[in-house]
């Protein structure tokens, strides 16, 4: 893999996240085989659903930028649908956000004081 071309302590993150990304395509490969399997048992069926949408989360959030963004995943399989939104907001836009709203706020306030 590429830590064994690059010495670099990058390299070897970067080959670490690959492996774990493969482990958890494998795993939410095998959850999605399992689902139909277990029609009788919603318990059961809902778990998977519910583990698999976890997968589904940890494989997009790595390749997220950190900015706010909204990703939907819809799989259609012969006997079921999937679907999977992703909503994340870097902190720093919140954050961004909120003051705005302070600051009209203010404004408002200011407004409605001087009438």
Same mark, same amino acid.
């Not at 494998?26 to 998977?48: C, N």
């Not at 976890?54 to 950190?66: F, H, I, K, R, S």
């Given at each position: 893999?590429?830590?064994? $071309? #690059?010495?670099?302590?990058?390299?070897v993150?970067?080959?670490?996240?690959?492996? @774990?990304?493969?482990?958890? #395509?494998?795993?939410?490969?095998?959850? $999605?085989?399992?689902?139909?399997?277990?029609? @009788?048992?919603?318990?059961?069926?809902?778990?998977l659903? %519910? %583990?698999?949408?976890?997968?589904?989360?940890?494989?997009?959030?790595?390749?997220?930028?950190?900015?706010?963004?909204?990703?939907?995943?819809?799989?259609? #399989?012969?006997?079921?649908?999937?679907?999977?939104?992703?909503?994340?907001?870097?902190?720093?836009?919140?954050?961004?956000? %909120?003051? @705005? $709203?302070?600051?009209?706020?203010?404004?408002l %306030?200011?407004?409605?004081?001087?009438?």
């Amino acid at each position: 893999m590429l830590a064994t $071309i #690059l010495k670099s302590p990058k390299a070897v993150d970067t080959t670490i996240s690959i492996v @774990e990304a493969y482990a958890k #395509l494998k795993e939410l490969s095998r959850v $999605i085989v399992e689902i139909p399997q277990h029609e @009788e048992d919603k318990m059961a069926q809902q778990s998977l659903l %519910r %583990r698999g949408g976890q997968l589904v989360n940890d494989l997009l959030q790595d390749m997220m930028p950190g900015q706010s963004s909204e990703t939907s995943l819809e799989l259609n #399989l012969a006997m079921i649908k999937l679907r999977h939104t992703v909503r994340r907001e870097s902190t720093e836009e919140v954050k961004r956000l %909120r003051e @705005e $709203i302070e600051e009209l706020k203010r404004l408002l %306030r200011g407004e409605k004081g001087e009438s």
